[in-house]
């Protein structure tokens, strides 16, 4: 079965660093993008990153670009995000999510795996 | 990158039809061929009810059905059941980038 762990998530003060991680097994991991999601308390989900299978390709919602970094360690089976400069609005569940890859389309654009999420709180 | 645009809530009672709307511009949602959806239960984590606008991966209820029209993606839940009571989010990709609704919670009634 398909397995996304993700760990590291804390209390962190404002101004600080954290690094979230998530372990996959289950599956081949190196044949699939990878995102991380999240969602503060009470809210809707956003969107944070995603990285292309080998790490070449990576994107970032606007408001995380030069603050968050995604990167994945393949021989791990590890999706990692780095995020430094946190603010109280970064307060939120981080799901680690596995993008799907459609046999007739040949497109990896929906999420078919999730995590159970890890919490992340920004505050003094 | 704005969130695409869901009703706050809808309710139906069981096997009624209910259907959730997700709208947003072009430069937000794209051209809306990749728009997925989502379900999430109450302290869970969500899960893919549909992708590609009209795809159902194996295993979600045939009652789960997508469309588009125009700039608007829509779920189907045809025959809602007690099971089906979640909050439901939307997603569209476009330009790379991924935006999601604002989602919907479903109570049946």
């Known amino acids: 079965d398909v397995q996304l762990v993700e760990s590291g998530g804390g209390l962190v003060q404002p101004g600080g660093s954290l690094r979230l991680s998530c372990t996959a097994s289950?599956?081949?991991?190196?044949?699939?993008?990878m995102t991380w999601v999240r969602q503060a308390p009470g809210k809707g989900l956003e969107w944070v990153a995603c990285i292309k299978q080998d790490g070449s390709d990576k994107n970032y919602m606007d408001s995380m670009k030069g603050r968050f970094t995604i990167s994945r360690d393949n021989a791990k089976s590890s999706l990692y995000l780095q995020m430094n400069g946190l603010r109280a609005e970064d307060t939120a569940v981080y799901y680690c999510?596995?993008?799907?890859?459609?046999?007739?389309?040949?497109?990896?654009?929906?999420?078919?795996?999730w995590g159970q999420g890890t919490l992340v709180t920004v505050s003094s | 990158q704005s969130a695409l645009t869901q009703p706050r809530s809808v309710s139906g009672s069981p096997g009624q039809s209910v259907t959730i709307s997700c709208t947003g511009t072009s430069s937000d949602a794209g051209d809306y061929r990749f728009v997925s959806w989502y379900q999430q239960r109450p302290g869970r984590a969500p899960e893919l009810m549909i992708y590609e606008v009209t795809k159902r991966p194996s295993g979600v209820p045939d009652r789960f059905s997508g469309s588009k029209s125009g700039n608007t993606a829509s779920l189907t839940i045809s025959g809602v059941q007690a099971e089906d009571e979640a909050d439901y989010y939307c997603?569209?990709?476009?330009?790379?980038?991924?935006?999601f609704g604002g989602g919907t919670e479903l109570t049946v009634l």
């Open positions: 997603c569209s990709l476009a330009g790379g980038y991924y935006v």
């Open positions: 999510g596995r993008f799907n890859n459609d046999i007739l389309s040949g497109y990896s654009t929906a999420i078919d795996h």
């Open positions: 289950g599956f081949t991991f190196s044949g699939y993008w």
